[in-house]
């Protein structure tokens, strides 16, 4: 199976409609993420097939359930290579997404993204999110391998606007998780979802800031 082949079967079975030129650019970001990862070795995941199923589809399988409306405020943070924020800021270029990791090779190849890809409402912040101050608080904040749950809202939660959105994506050891963090996210919702090809365990945990 080609790239392209996956990337819309994937699509097709997650319900997902992009905006027009959103596939060929999603398309570009994988290749330059595989351009990138000989120096900076940002995934383990060499082959682009591979990336499209386990980074492309696994990152917009959240997609339906962030309930943002236009010109909402979106936090990725330990954004790493760009994973859930860029396929994110390219599916919904109505909200404005922040791209935060605090290593500098990392954040250099966030900010090269960015360019390349002529995704305009995409930003980037370097550095430690215990350090950061935002401006404005976001509406939500999402991570996709930043840390346990309870730690990931410890230290992020100042980043939410009050009623703003933690979003932690999860593999296994979710309910674990969930109970550890029940002090600070005391009625925290878990979406199961579906990513096209993984028979890997995903959720979603969505805790209110």
Known sequence: MTPEIALESGLARLQIALPEGASAKLLRYIGLLAKWNKAYNLTAIREPE???KQHLLDSLAVAPHLPLAADGRLADVGSGAGLPGIPLAIARPDLLVTLNDSSAKKAAFLRQATIELSIPNAEVHEG???DWRPSSAFDAVIS???????AFVLACRHLARPGGLLVAMKGSRTSE????AADVCPQARVIRLSVPFLDAERTLVVCHA
């Open 50 to 52: 591979a990336m499209v």
């Open 128 to 130: 430690r999110v215990e």
């Open 144 to 150: 996709r391998a930043f840390a346990e749950l309870r």
């Open 177 to 180: 998780e969930v109970s550890a």
